[in-house]
């Protein structure tokens, strides 16, 4: 799991070169354009001037990948794994491309429905291969890991590629199709710069994790192993609710740089409103569910105690985590991408403080301080910046206090059938599943008949229009 991590962040480097601020460059044209042939030319001039960055990249990164594994990652078996890898670099381009285009027309089914595709031909291939590996006698390696990333993207790819030829095509000339270009260049280089920086000092961060461990005393194997449990598990188990608050956040963007475009500020602010307000809801309600099942993940999902333990401790990171996603998605529609750029420069340099100075006396722990202190910091900054833009107001009751008070209520739903099941005398693996489920249900039921009721409230008042 563990060498397996270690390819992301060089992965995620090579795609930010590609196609970095496309997606939200593509989104926000798509918008602002009131003409369709328009909007089909961004889509036509987003997916040549990033194809060919990718082709680039994917040549540079597969001729490279023996130095970059040797010399910057500082493991060998990383090698293979990045040539193989190298080939998703075009397909990720093409799928952000497509995705950007169908979010900026308000069509949420086609980059939805694909991003779900691809995580079930994921898990679906990644299965079938290790029964053909282990059938075969063959050796279970991360390269398995890679081929299904491989057939999930394509999958993507082909499906998005359906949906477009099934459009309507517009004829363009060559003259209009550069202009378009030129016209996405001048606001794509500059996200795409500051996306580059940005996972540049993220790729540096988590290269310098099993270094610092190492420094902090831990042997080479069980700082590789601590890196793999943390980035492979844990923080996926956190960032896994992030999928529900980052679809809201893409729709979000289109959202606002229209209504910016229309100079409807009161559109914005009920915009703002509203998406901090779900933000926040969510961001505490998955305190509980890690605080309370933390420990249950870990053990009986991963079979690793140690995850647990970093859910536990990551769950604080929710509210902050979500908020600062979706405020960032305001700040790019309102065309604040520099200070949006700023802000997560701030807290990635918390980060890299924390894991520096702080790993190497205390352990693993004082990283995940560093998460906490950067998440909480952009969320600040962000808030801020978006509040000079639009004074939107913050309702405390709403946000915090209901949302904290609703948690409780489940919680103690959630407590009170756990205790009932205790009196079982079952104690399978089966029957823990089964007790874990129904009260995780109840409490997300509980929770859910506040949380309806609320935004049902909320809906009357911002959005009668």
Known sequence: MGIFQLIFPVLGFCVAVSCGGIQIAVSRFVAESKDNAGKFMTLISSIIMSLCLSSLTT?????????????IIKNSECAGLLRYASITIPLTTLHACIAGYYLGLKKTFIPA??????QVIKVCSI??????????????????????MIISEMSGVIFCLIAVFSEKKYAFHIRELFSSMKSLFSVSYILTINKIMITFLQCVESILIPIVLMKSGEASHDALSIYGVLTGMALPVISFPSAITTSVSTMILPTVAQANTSDDPSQVKKAAEASIWFALVMGIFFIGIFLFYGNFIGTSIFGHEAAGEYIRILAWLCPFMYLSITMGSILHGLGETNAAFIHNVIGTAIKLFCLWFLVPKVGIVGYLWGLLGSDLTVSLLHGFCIYKRVPFTFYAVDNIIKPTAWLLCSLAAGRFIKYIFSFSSYSGKIFQFISAGISAGTIGFVFLYFFLRQFRQIKNENFKS
């Open 59 to 71: 040549l540079c990164l597969y001729t490279f990948a023996h130095p970059i594994s040797e010399y």
């Open 113 to 118: 429905f694909s991003s779900i595709l691809e």
């Open 127 to 148: 299965y079938i291969l290790g029964l053909v590996w282990v059938k075969n006698h063959i050796e279970i390696t991360p390269l398995i890991a890679v081929y299904s």
